[in-house]
């Protein structure tokens, strides 16, 4: 399960490995440790997506979610409804426009969520451990760009899809028969 890159690489090889290999293992591996931990929680992956974006961005109202995340404002009451059945998320009245709700994590407020994620978050800091001062710089450097690298490319993403120039029904490979 390792697949460590090899010592013996150069810089380009190094860097080509990280793009074509490495960085979709460590996507498709954070994908399947999110379906876990929404499938234990009891709610969707996407759910659990959303809940960590109110998370990490603070309150945010259904239509700035649906904006970040490309859902429409239907799914967001949807993913917000299962979000407060379960005690996760709760919505309050935004002062300054009372048409208006503002949604915000409701976390940590459920302990079960805290023991959860506790081994992982151990496993982490011991790996973590593993690395000094300036290899950690360059590892929290690396996550920041290319987590802002993913946001450029998801709106570019949806602006070719909006636009048409993205993949279409006539060009799709796993439909061969609308294929030209």
């Not at 379906?35 to 997506?49: C, I, K, M, R």
């Not at 023991?115 to 690396?142: M, N, S, V, W, Y």
Request: glycine share 8%; aromatic share 2%.
């Amino acid at each position: 399960m390792g697949n460590a890159p090899k010592p013996h690489q150069g810089k380009q090889e190094l860097a080509e490995e990280i793009i074509r290999n490495l960085m979709r293992r460590h996507s498709t591996a954070a994908v399947l440790l999110h379906h876990a931990l929404a499938e234990l929680l009891g709610v969707g992956p996407t759910d659990l997506q959303c809940l960590d974006l109110v998370r990490e961005r603070g309150a945010l109202s259904g239509s700035e979610l649906a904006v970040i995340t490309g859902l429409t404002t239907g799914a967001i009451t949807g993913v917000v409804a299962r979000l407060e059945r379960a005690e996760y998320l709760h919505r309050e009245s935004d002062p300054h426009d009372k048409r208006r709700q503002i949604l915000r994590s409701s976390l940590e407020r459920t302990p079960n969520v805290r023991k959860i994620f506790e081994p992982l978050h151990k496993e982490l800091a011991l790996l973590l451990e593993q690395f000094d001062g300036k290899e950690l710089g360059a590892i929290a450097t690396f996550l920041a760009r290319s987590r802002e690298l993913a946001y450029r490319h998801i709106a570019l993403i949806r602006s070719l899809a909006l636009s048409g120039g993205g993949t279409t029904e006539t060009h799709h490979p796993a439909n061969p028969a609308k294929q030209r």
